[in-house]
């Protein structure tokens, strides 16, 4: 069964996953089991209003498709019900784009509140 917690102790789920460098950031992982098998990474910068910057999102490799969409959505489903906050993802990334992120300035951004989670069946949230 596929989980996803809140992780503060990491260093062992950094090595499992193969992520280099100290643990930073508000660090969830996802669960098949007990195992770790998919780590998301964010940082809140301030600029004019505070931005939670999508650091990593970083799965095994023996994680497949549907499981990984589960996940993104869980998190991008958690960030739309909470406080409004701007998200980006530093570069141009399309696999952001099905959720409603846009280009500005070199990055993909969105209001949380306007991430779409109904992409698959062409819906969007009113």
Same mark, same amino acid.
């Given at each position: 069964?596929?989980?996803?917690?809140?992780?503060?102790?990491?260093? #062992?789920?950094?090595?499992?996953?193969?992520?280099?460098?100290?643990?930073?950031?508000?660090?969830?992982?996802?669960?098949?089991?007990?195992?770790?098998? #998919?780590?998301?990474?964010?940082?809140?910068?301030?600029?004019?209003?505070?931005?939670?910057?999508?650091?990593?999102?970083?799965?095994?490799?023996?994680?497949?498709?549907?499981?990984?969409?589960?996940?993104?959505? #869980?998190?991008?489903?958690?960030?739309?019900?909470?406080?409004?906050?701007?998200?980006?993802?530093?570069?141009?990334?399309?696999?952001?784009?099905?959720?409603?992120?846009?280009?500005?300035?070199?990055?993909?951004?969105?209001?949380?509140?306007?991430?779409?989670?109904?992409?698959?069946?062409?819906?969007?949230?009113?």
């Amino acid at each position: 069964m596929l989980t996803v917690r809140f992780e503060t102790d990491l260093s #062992a789920i950094y090595r499992t996953l193969g992520i280099e460098g100290e643990p930073f950031g508000s660090n969830f992982v996802m669960y098949d089991g007990d195992k770790p098998v #998919a780590l998301w990474r964010m940082k809140i910068v301030l600029e004019d209003m505070p931005v939670g910057v999508i650091e990593s999102v970083r799965f095994l490799d023996t994680v497949d498709e549907d499981d990984r969409t589960f996940f993104m959505h #869980a998190m991008f489903f958690k960030l739309s019900e909470g406080s409004p906050i701007r998200l980006r993802v530093e570069g141009e990334r399309d696999e952001y784009r099905k959720f409603g992120f846009q280009l500005v300035d070199g990055n993909m951004e969105i209001n949380s509140t306007d991430i779409n989670l109904h992409y698959r069946c062409g819906g969007y949230r009113e």
